[in-house]
């Protein structure tokens, strides 16, 4: 078993080692390849994974069809931890954005290491807080700022994860995550262009200006990375969200 610090998860990464050890026999490492759903609204939640790399945007499916993103996790966080309220399904889909790779467990395992792990118990507490405060946050920005605005917070969300200037993204995937039609992300991405802060377009690759892309967003973009950089730093190892504090 790879010790505390050589592990690219936070949430992990935080656990003293004899706790890492109660869940070490169930968890195995797996590739997440990009537009991959690791669970869907509707399904039981099987297993629990903890990304090393990459990024999973977590998605509200609407009735009509349409879809919007209310968070995105990366190596800081897990997917499928409301599975430990009970055997419910899943309220959420949780698609790949960035392909990477994450620590992956069976929910009934995981629940055994909770149960006999206060260590545990509040590493999973401290994400639920952060997951809270980007629902909220997310939400508030929703329904308040124009979708422009919206559209530069999750690419700089995005670029946060992935640290990287070319981000793997369609538009066709923007528009699910913004919850708007296709014609008006294609608009977006114009007025973008034409601003700087996307400096070009391929077939699913945005390369962004970052501090222009910055400059076009709103202010939660910055809100959002301050509050859950504070919960995280105030309770786990320093694997900290990469372009946060940048």
Known sequence: MIRPDGIGNRL???LPQADLDLLAPGLEM?????????????????????PHSGAISLMIDMANGQTVATAIIGREGAIGSLSLLGPSPSAITAVVRAAGTASRIHTS????????????RHAIQIHASAMLTQFQLSAACNALHPVQARMARWLLHLR????????????EA???????????VNVLMRNLRASGAIRSERRG?????????TAA?????????REIEEIFSMNTAPIPLSGCSG
């Open 205 to 213: 690759q945005i390369e962004i200006d970052r501090s222009r892309l």
């Open 160 to 171: 946060d994860h992935i640290d990287l200037d070319v981000l793997p993204l369609t538009q």
């Open 12 to 14: 992990l990464a935080a």
């Open 217 to 225: 967003a709103c202010d939660c973009h910055g809100t959002i990375c």
């Open 109 to 120: 395992q995981f629940l055994a290491a909770f149960n006999r792990s206060p260590s545990i």
């Open 174 to 184: 923007l528009s699910q995550i913004l919850g708007v039609r296709r014609t008006t």
């Open 30 to 50: 797996v590739a997440l390849a990009q537009d991959e759903v690791l669970s869907r609204a509707g399904d039981p939640i099987e297993h629990l994974f903890f």
